[in-house]
């Protein structure tokens, strides 16, 4: 009996203790903000029951805007609610895009036909080199890209993250003279300025190609290529396998980030992490010793020493110097 009277002080020593924590004045506010706190709490847990974990970020972050402009209530401060929602996010894992890799785009572009798949040619020719979401791609025009003759100069102004990029093509095999073919196709009675224009039979018709047709670009790629799971390859597939062909040339986060349009770090990282260029080149480092450090080695030779051979061991970005004095 003493010690349930002693654990009913105890609790009743605490709850004086924390109400005393809260400021006088404003003590009502704080308990508006604690109710509203659990009855979103109540919300999201029994939305969690139908719903994925995406879909309750996604219904968060719409409570989380009307809040602020009706009520001025910033909910990401409730803290019970953020950790509630970080939690049944624990086991989940987004679905991504499968990607291309340089050999299958190659191959792609040198074997298929282009009288059926000239317009499928330009769209993952200029996704991959500018690692293009596939909105840039349908709201590109023709005045967003200047030819001047050795490359394509491509200006995306309005991008997803407000940020304007400008990426460029070179002549590297056929690229610009694909470009330059389907372009030609364009009929001179087209009234608007879209870039790509729906291709069919070696001909191009006036209607704009729709988001549709854009998306399903590299699935009709990894069809024609045999590829399995065809479905895996999304919309996203050409900004993806962008991003992954950089890492796989050991590009830094900066330039990755740079190049696709990426304000956080941690997306740009998702692409290196699962680069297998790049975990070689770490699997090297760590159980063979061998280093991409540059070492600047001088080797001087003259008509008197001229030597037989010369023999470079685990070097990466070699450059040769040769001076010829006559």
Known sequence: MNNNCESEEIVEAANIAISNLLPTK???????????????????????????????????????????IYDNIDISKFPKLIAFLKRTGDRYQAKKSKILT???????????????????????????????????????????????????????????????????????GNMLELFRKYLSLRPPHVKHKRLFLYYKAGKCSSQPVGKNTMGKIPSVVA??????????????????????????????????????GWKSTTVAEGYVENSIENKTKIANQVLVGTTTSAIPKTVNVSESNIPSNIDFENCTNVTFSLNVNK
Request: aromatic share 10%; charged share 25%; hydrophobic share 40%.
């Open 26 to 68: 404003s003590r009502f506010l704080y308990d508006i903000a604690y109710n509203r706190e659990n009855v979103l709490l109540a919300y999201f847990s029994e939305n969690a029951k139908y719903y994925k974990s995406f879909t309750l970020w996604a219904q968060y972050s719409m409570v989380k805007s009307c809040l602020i």
């Open 102 to 172: 340089k050999s299958e785009i190659d191959h792609f572009l040198s074997s298929a036909d282009d009288k059926e798949f000239l317009m499928i040619k330009v769209g993952l020719i200029l996704g991959i080199a500018g690692a293009c979401r596939t909105d840039e791609l349908v709201n590109l025009t023709v005045d967003d890209i200047e030819d001047v003759g050795s490359s394509l100069i491509v200006k995306i102004p309005n991008t997803k993250t407000k940020i304007p990029r400008i990426f460029v093509i070179t002549d590297v």
């Open 223 to 260: 069809s024609y290529l045999k590829l399995p799971d065809v479905a895996c390859y999304t919309g996203h597939c050409l900004r993806r396998s962008s991003a992954t062909l950089l890492a796989d040339a050991g590009v830094d986060i900066t330039t990755i980030k740079r190049h696709a």
